[in-house]
């Protein structure tokens, strides 16, 4: 083989070309990981994914509106698990698993094992840090895996700050994690924030300073008034509507305005059921952002906001009240507000923002079944009492059920135990006695769910929903626009529907692009995403993957 030999010119020209084309398409590797300054979590507690749309053409441009048309919204996102209440909601947001794998089985439970009942987050081994008051007793222990938050603070060799905030305590210490440098939450007895001795022994100088302007206070006496002329609120029913609505104690009617300044002084806890409760969480959340100097840091700090009067006014007052508008034209407002302080103190581009919710909520039953929509209220408490009789008159034994928690019968496990009953027995003797019950769908063996007769799609929830040491041994479903009522009026949550599992979704700022997906999302994947965005190990319990339409 005769080699040739090019000029020396030219493979000196060849060289400086490809040199030179080279240079124009290799660009610096990062010195530091890309993240933003601060992440913010945004759960607005019973928010209904449609309450984007119902009052948008009454939002204004800084708030829910600024959200879709800056952010990336994930219209079809929705729960996979049952209950869908407050606790497992804010806990599968931040984990990115159900209640199956983190634990946190409902706002209350029932130890199995035991028949205890245990508040999500309830710890009498700590004590109330700011108050004088038991509402102080409360960590995340009895959350069983690591949440994104606990993941950021492990990434970061404890480095970021990582704070949660709520007027609830569960929605304040779940979002938080385990390895929070604080939760606050709101103490009624005071009208003040407080936290627990799992964070710490005394509050902050400027918590204490905050609290002394005792702004619970100012709110209430400032009245609720509707932002706009009440007749002007057209996507409610009329203002005096006591069928489906709930009033404030100490009132005539469920009517608009209110004259909070005239009801009982002494319970701060009225701001909860207000559009107020909203506002003072969030001039908590930027006095946060203030005094920690978080966004400041070295590394990525998180700040997790829930909004729990949204929750509150929805019990009351139901979805289609002009109470209810009006706290979503007011929230908007106050996130309007919001988004202009992280803009001017963190920078804008420099923060990453998601609002979600933990759950929606159902139509009044009573304002359906007037509008011919078949719908009802089942009397759970009423249930368990005939069930109880039923099985006692069986078994010769009072007792064997404890409750109908979640919408799941919660057995009395030592007392059959104890006295040498077949659980296999009085459980199928209790799912027949159920099915028969009116407004019941399904009652389902929780333990051979897997092989129900259901449709696919409940099943997958019920065995995410299905906690063996605490979750009931029996699954209610009931048929839609039914459930367990605490009166007539107001709404509720809890349930598989869509109304209760259908949530918003947007992320907004540092790393997301602009857009809209109605492909098919998971409450689950939300903290892989935010773990994908942050590049960071994902929380140890996550069953959820990225979004990749926002990480791609």
């Keep these: 083989m005769k080699f040739k030999y090019l000029p020396i010119a030219l493979i000196t020209s060849l060289t400086l070309t490809v040199s030179a084309q080279t240079k124009k398409t290799v660009t610096a590797a990062p010195t530091q990981v890309p993240r933003p300054k601060l992440v913010i979590g945004i759960v607005v507690d019973q928010m209904r994914w449609d309450y984007l749309y119902r009052y948008y053409d009454r939002y204004q441009t800084t708030g829910f509106k600024r959200l879709l048309n800056e952010g990336f919204s994930c219209d079809n996102t929705n729960l996979d698990y049952i209950p869908t209440v407050t606790a497992a909601g804010h806990s599968c947001i931040y984990t990115g698993t159900v209640p199956a794998i983190h634990g946190i089985a409902g706002n209350d439970f029932i130890i199995q094992a035991t028949g205890k009942p245990m508040y999500c987050a309830e710890d009498t081994s700590v004590s109330t840090v700011g108050s004088t008051s038991t509402a102080g007793q409360m960590s995340p222990r009895n959350l069983l895996t690591t949440t994104i938050t606990d993941e950021l603070r492990l990434a970061t060799n404890f480095h970021s700050k990582v704070i949660g905030v709520a007027l609830k305590d569960r929605g304040g210490i779940l979002p938080a994690g385990h390895l929070a440098n604080a939760a606050y939450w709101f103490d009624d007895a005071t009208g003040n924030w407080i936290t627990s001795t799992y964070y710490m ?16 206070d100012k709110y209430i006496k400032q009245d609720w008034n509707t932002l706009y002329p009440v007749n002007t609120y057209l996507q409610s029913t009329d203002n005096n509507s006591p069928r489906y609505e709930g009033k404030f104690k100490g009132t005539d009617a469920p009517t608009m305005p209110v004259k909070t300044s005239a009801l009982n002084a002494k319970d701060f806890g009225l701001i909860r059921s207000t559009p107020y409760g909203n506002s ?20 990525t700090d998180f700040l997790a906001v829930s909004l729990s009067s949204t929750d509150y006014v929805g019990h009351q007052f139901g979805v289609n009240a002009v109470e209810t508008e009006d706290t979503y034209l007011r929230l908007d407002r106050d996130l309007g507000s919001f988004f202009t302080y992280l803009d001017n103190t963190v920078g804008k581009g420099n923060y990453t923002v998601f609002l979600t919710a933990d759950h929606g909520a159902a139509h ?26 039923y099985l006692a008159n069986k078994y010769g034994i009072k007792g064997l059920v404890i409750n109908l928690g979640n919408y799941q019968v919660n057995f009395n496990n030592p007392l059959i135990a104890d006295k040498k009953l077949s659980e296999y027995a009085i459980k199928q003797d209790a799912i027949a006695f159920l ?6 769908a399904f009652a389902i063996d929780m333990q051979n769910s897997r092989v129900a007769s259901i449709p696919e799609q409940l099943r997958l929830r019920i065995i995410n929903g299905y906690n063996t040491e605490r979750s009931g041994a029996i699954q209610i479903i009931l048929k839609p626009a039914w459930y367990d009522g605490h009166g007539l009026t107001g709404t509720t949550h809890g349930t598989w529907n869509p109304y209760d599992t259908h949530i918003p979704l947007i992320f907004m700022g540092w790393g997301i692009p602009h857009g809209h997906t109605n492909a098919s999302v998971h409450m689950t994947d939300i903290a ?14 996550a069953i959820g993957l990225p979004i990749l339409d926002i990480v791609k």
């Design 201 to 216: 022994k005394d509050l902050p100088d400027w918590v204490k300073k905050f609290n002394n302007l005792k702004l619970a």
């Design 280 to 299: 003072l969480t969030l001039d908590m959340a930027k006095a946060i952002i203030e005094n920690e100097k978080m966004g400041k840091n070295t590394v």
């Design 364 to 389: 009044n039953s009573t304002f359906l079944s007037d509008r011919n929509v078949p719908s009802g209220i089942w009397p759970a408490s009423d249930i368990k009492n005939s069930l109880n009789y």
């Design 435 to 440: 099915q028969k019950q009116t407004g019941v």
């Design 528 to 541: 892989p995403t935010v773990s994908a965005l942050l590049h960071i190990q994902t929380p140890n319990g």
